[in-house]
């Protein structure tokens, strides 16, 4: 089975930059889909970005398209997320995810991490 951390959120002001780690312990991580979403309270959650079996495609939605970026260091079995620009719109709970398939859709992810808080202030 494999497991997720997140870590990197904090409180951060608008237009600052903050960069998401997504550590993996598990040997399928690093040649599987990785993709991040974000969720607040009674909010479905919603699809950020993907990236492919490496060295795969990446995906983004409308939102941060232009602004957030996922990467991935095999090396250190770890995905990240580098966030620039940031907007209070983007406050939420970031979770990293792993599964079969290179999607945008929840259901294509089977492993999903704790979470962690980003908050933008005005």
């Known amino acids: 089975q494999v497991r997720l951390a997140e870590s990197g959120g904090r409180l951060v002001r608008t237009g600052d930059s903050l960069r998401l780690s997504c550590v993996a312990i598990?040997?399928?991580?690093?040649?599987?889909?990785v993709a991040w979403f974000r969720q607040l309270p009674g909010q479905e959650r919603e699809f950020v970005a993907a990236?492919?079996?490496?060295?795969?495609?990446?995906t983004y939605a409308d939102s941060v398209k232009g602004r957030f970026t996922i990467s991935r260091d095999k090396s250190k079995d770890t995905v990240y997320l580098q966030m620039n620009s940031l907007k209070p719109e983007d406050t939420a709970v970031y979770y990293c995810?792993?599964?079969?398939?290179?999607?945008?859709?929840?259901?294509?992810?089977?492993?999903w991490g704790q979470g962690t808080q980003v908050t933008v202030s005005s």
């Open positions: 995810a792993s599964g079969y398939y290179y999607s945008n859709l929840r259901e294509s992810y089977q492993y």
């Open positions: 598990g040997p399928i991580f690093n040649i599987s889909p």
């Open positions: 990236i492919g079996r490496s060295p795969g495609p990446t």
